[in-house]
């Protein structure tokens, strides 16, 4: 095992404040620190999330983005279809990226065009399972 863990996820972008503005309103998060070409964001204070999440790191690059997310995070809400219809009040945009119609996710794109996904909720089955793991993990 290794004493190395993930600080934070960078993503470029030619306007890191309006970007970093659409995922802070998307995950709920604080910034924590912003210049004019850098923006970061961290999990609310005092959540679980919150020391244990990488932290979002928005770099102003001078140029746009011009070919498909080489990582894109995979979002799991407990209603898919509330979340999609408030992503897309944010400003992201259902995307095709060659899923097929016949998937349980939904392929999005925030305001630059970064692919992100939004993935079916647990079902029950599936939330006391986790838990059981959990607590057999101790």
């Known amino acids: 095992m290794t004493?190395?863990?993930?600080?934070?996820?960078?993503?470029?972008?030619?306007d890191p404040d309006r970007?970093?503005?659409?995922?802070q309103q998307a995950l709920g998060?604080?910034?924590?620190?912003?210049?004019?070409?850098?923006v970061v964001l961290e999990p609310p204070a005092g959540s679980p999330q919150d020391g244990v999440a990488p932290?979002?790191?928005?770099?102003r690059v001078p140029e746009g983005r011009t070919v498909k997310?080489?990582?894109?995070?995979?979002?799991r809400p407990t209603d898919q279809a509330a979340e999609v219809a408030r992503l897309e009040g944010l400003g992201a945009r259902r995307v095709d990226v060659?899923?097929?119609?016949?998937?349980?996710?939904v392929v999005m794109a925030d305001p630059d065009g970064n692919e992100f996904c939004v993935l079916r909720a647990f079902t029950a089955e599936e939330?006391?399972?986790?838990a059981a793991e959990a607590a057999a993990r101790g």
């Open 3 to 14: 004493d190395l863990t993930i600080q934070c996820f960078n993503l470029d972008t030619t």
């Open 19 to 23: 970007i970093a503005g659409f995922w």
């Open 29 to 38: 998060w604080r910034r924590t620190y912003e210049n004019a070409d850098e």
């Open 55 to 59: 932290d979002l790191l928005f770099l």
């Open 69 to 75: 997310n080489r990582w894109h995070p995979d979002l």
């Open 98 to 105: 060659g899923q097929g119609d016949d998937v349980s996710w």
């Open 127 to 130: 939330r006391a399972q986790i």
